[in-house]
């Protein structure tokens, strides 16, 4: 099906789901969640943010990723909107982007209240991944519901892990929040998709597998990825085996009945075959970096 017929297909259930998000979604307000009482200048000598103060740590790796992750907003909201910026699309569209730049305000003000994270090296990896706008490529609106779906959830994964690492009870509270509205995304676009996989199934099995099996979350543009990744797998905030898990399973499984689909093409057909292979294949490599970490830590 072509995209813009799907698109029109879809916009009924674009409207019904934007109203269930809006009717369902809590009003915040970032400065009610950022221990102000706690803030030092960085303007004198003395006031100057020490490195020394702060040694490599998973959750700060965590913080700093999922945070410049999120100023890459415009780039994504790019994306989103060459799928519709019109009517109930367009709508959603900015109000997805207006709620997750209010994630990038409170995690950032937090940071600078907390000191947790050098604002210098937080800016100039603000700078690079912004300049270079690195974001995942989506050829059509059904790799685009695919991935925003998967994306959303494992933000949301993210984030609450990331909370739950932190001994501050304010910074956990501020990754809670900000979960919970990523839980909302995740929601609109899982049921977005299985909207569409009513529509074109076949179109939606191909992409699936091709979403899957090129995944890569939006950070992969921020300065030091690799070891900041490292870290964040080794602390249990997202690794191969909570995408696999938490993931990809309950999403393809049981919310997309990927085994259960009839009337596929047989490129559809291949291509589900593919995705399953792939998917054991991910838990081979799941379980052998699970055993990596336990005889590094041990």
């Avoid at 809006?22 to 400065?31: C, D, G, L, Q």
């Avoid at 300049?131 to 949301?156: I, M």
């Avoid at 696999?244 to 589900?272: D, M």
């Amino acid at each position: 099906m072509p995209d813009q017929l799907m698109e029109t297909e879809l916009e009924p259930v674009v409207e019904r789901l934007l109203e269930r998000h809006v009717s369902t979604a809590v009003e915040w307000f970032p400065h009610e969640y950022v221990p102000w009482g706690r803030a030092r200048d960085f303007v004198s000598r003395e006031e100057w943010w020490d490195p020394a103060d702060r040694a490599e740590s998973a959750a700060r790796s965590a913080l700093f990723v999922n945070l410049l992750t999120e100023d890459n907003l415009p780039f994504y909201f790019r994306t989103l909107s060459g799928f519709g910026r019109d009517g109930v699309w367009g709508e959603w569209t900015r109000r997805w982007t207006a709620e997750e730049g209010r994630h990038a305000i409170v995690i950032r003000d937090y940071l600078m209240v907390t000191r947790a994270i050098d604002p210098v090296a937080l800016e100039r990896g603000r700078m690079q991944q912004v300049s270079t706008g690195l974001t995942p490529e989506l050829s059509d609106l059904s790799d685009a519901l695919c991935y925003t779906t998967l994306q959303e959830l494992a933000t949301r994964i993210a984030h609450r892990n990331t909370g739950n690492l932190l001994e501050d009870p304010a910074g956990s509270s501020i990754m809670a929040r900000v979960s919970n509205d990523e839980n909302l995304h995740y929601l609109f676009y899982r049921d977005l998709a299985s909207a569409a996989l009513e529509l074109d199934p076949s179109a939606m099995v191909i992409a699936m597998d091709r979403t899957v099996r090129g995944f890569t979350m939006p950070g992969t543009g921020i300065p030091d990825y690799a070891k900041h990744a490292r870290l964040i797998a080794a602390a249990g905030v997202y690794d191969y085996s909570i995408f696999l898990e938490k993931v990809l399973q309950p999403v393809i499984f049981h919310h997309w009945r990927l085994q259960e689909r009839e009337g596929l093409s047989a490129e559809a057909e291949q291509a589900r075959d593919r995705l399953l292979r792939y998917m054991e294949r991910l838990k081979k490599v799941a379980a052998r970096l699970s055993r990596s970490l336990t005889s590094t830590s041990s």
